[in-house]
Nanobody
Framework: QVQLAESGGGLVQAGGSLRVSCVAS????????MGWYRRAPGKQRELVAI???????DYNNSVKGRFTISRDNAKNTVLLQMNSLKPEDTAIYYC?????????WGQGTQVTVSS
């Protein structure tokens, strides 16, 4: 059974930082592309950042230079470091695993940035 467990969301003031984590189980993590998506109130879910199994990353233009995605294959963990947060970053952040066995989602973690 595949499980993606997110943690680390919370409330932060604009300009602050947060780090969200996702621990995966039930998948061959080192062979799986991992990503973070978000859904803001009243908006569709959008890609935030992805990291493939080789460590190559890509970002939504709105977060480039502020967010960093990384992975630790030994711990089956993908991290999203978020700096210089803005109120428009407020959303539920979802971890995603996309590999040969399927496409999987975590339950989400709330990130709220106050102005």
């Amino acid at each position: 059974q595949v499980q993606l467990a997110e943690s680390g969301g919370g409330l932060v003031q604009a300009g602050g930082s947060l780090r969200v984590s996702c621990v995966a189980s039930g998948i061959m993590f080192s062979r799986t592309a991992m990503g973070w998506y978000r859904r803001a109130p009243g908006k569709q879910r959008e890609l935030v950042a992805i990291i493939d199994r080789s460590g190559v990353t890509d970002y939504n233009n709105s977060v480039k230079g502020r967010f960093t995605i990384s992975r630790d294959n030994a711990k089956n963990t993908v991290l999203l470091q978020m700096n210089s947060l803005k109120p428009e970053d407020t959303a539920i952040y979802y971890c995603n695993a996309n590999g040969w066995s399927g496409n999987y989602w975590g339950q989400g973690t709330q990130v709220t940035v106050s102005s």
